[in-house]
């Protein structure tokens, strides 16, 4: 694939991918390491395996066949956003977008008490789509005892201790994040609840 088919696809910049095949660059966060696992159709975590010089992995042909578990994601929504009567689907690709412009929000200037406190809330909700996201692909990591792929990617994250901002369940699904990962000891009681929710996602074919 040339940089603009993978532009094209979901994936970085032109200007980010030059920087990344010249080397010089610092690590790409989180961000554009998703736009490539899903330009390239790799599994997640790849990206952030072949940088530090691995290899990546591809997603399983759906035309071949295989199991759910290893189909996975490899069907790719025609359009970002897709209404269903299930609800909005959003793909890889406009999340990373709009984590990324979430992001840009934090350095807008001069912003009144009032506006700061709308970008907080803003930046909350964003939080909260990527970090769905985040949990789902680590239960499926976890399931394929393939966690170190997307360690590799979310360590800053991870290691972060849950952030007093936002509500309790907020902290709960970081907790829970981090418990998937191996980065946190709950208590017996949120444990056993953990234990369970985990083999929910497995029943549910989310792994």
Known sequence: M?????????????????KIERGTTTRP??????????A??????????????GDPTPLPDPQRGGDSASTVGAERPAQPITATEYGVFVRTDALADLTKKGRALDNLPGLSQEQAAGVTELRHAIDRLTRAWIVHQAEIARHRDSLNDLILVLDDHLRAPPSKA??????????YLRWLAGYETPNPADAKRYEIRFSKSVESGAS
Not at 2 to 11: E, H, I, M, N, P
Not at 29 to 38: E, P, Q, S, W
Not at 40 to 53: K, M, N, T, V
């Open 40 to 53: 390239l159709r790799w599994i997640p975590g790849s990206a952030g395996r072949a940088f530090e010089g």
């Open 29 to 38: 966060d989180f961000v554009t390491l998703a736009k490539l696992d899903n």
């Open 166 to 175: 936002g509500t309790e369940q907020d902290q709960d699904e970081l907790r």
């Open 2 to 18: 040339s940089q603009s088919d993978v532009r094209l696809a979901g994936g970085p910049s032109d200007l980010t991918l030059r």
